[in-house]
């Protein structure tokens, strides 16, 4: 999947749930620098190595994000982001003990390659269909990035800048609609805005053409 925030690199992944993050990371992470799958995380070996149980053991992160420093400050630590099935990080069992030992096992093992990865100085993420697939922001998220590539005329994105300051600041696309050329598609350019980060479209509701919004 392309990542409009990186000038449209090609991401990998593996599942569904996965591509659903990369949409929200790369939709709503207004910070965002790049995204690399599988990513190189120790000096020799593939993953990152921890202990657990007693055994050496070695975890492949999903991705890594990387992230740029706000207001021109340093960059923040990369993240090492897991993204896994609900299921697979509190599984069930017909034997309600069973599934309790189940789940604490679980819990412990990400603690320690969160406490692990925090020790090699990285930021750590788990990320499940609960914190990914919340409606309307995916459906948005999709939306938005129709709007967030290289291809989105410069000009259109200019004069709907202008625009906005001709508006108060909590409005609305049907109002942006009203100050904005004919030929200048106003869903279009709120979209683009706010994928810049610009305005803040109604986060409660599906992004049609009457979504109000406030200046950020």
Request: proline fraction near 8%; charge should be positive; glycine fraction near 6%.
């Amino acid at each position: 999947m392309r990542i409009t925030r990186n000038g449209n690199v090609q991401v990998p992944f593996e599942s569904h749930l996965e591509r659903d993050w990369l949409i929200r990371t790369d939709a709503f992470d207004f910070s965002l620098k790049s995204i690399v799958a599988q990513p190189r995380v120790h000096e020799t070996k593939r993953g990152l190595p921890y202990r657990f149980e007693g055994k050496p053991r070695l975890w492949i992160p999903d991705f890594i994000r990387i992230r740029h420093g706000r207001d021109g400050l340093q960059d923040p630590p990369p993240v090492l982001v897991e993204v896994k099935p609900w299921i697979r990080i509190y599984p069930e069992h017909l034997n309600r003990h069973r599934q309790a030992e189940l789940r604490a096992r679980e819990k412990a093992r990400w603690r320690t390659i969160r406490q692990t990865a925090y020790a090699r100085g990285f930021g750590f993420e788990l990320a499940t269909e609960k914190e990914i697939r919340i409606e309307p922001s995916l459906l948005n998220a999709v939306t938005m990035r129709r709007c967030a590539d290289g291809f989105f005329p410069e000009a259109s994105e200019r004069i709907g800048r202008l625009a906005l300051l001709r508006l108060p600041p909590e409005s609305g696309i049907p109002h942006l609609a009203r100050v904005l050329p004919p030929d200048v598609d106003a869903f279009a350019v709120a979209l683009r805005l706010a994928w810049r980060g610009e305005i803040v479209l109604d986060p409660s509701e599906v992004w049609t053409r009457t979504t109000s919004f406030v200046r950020a």
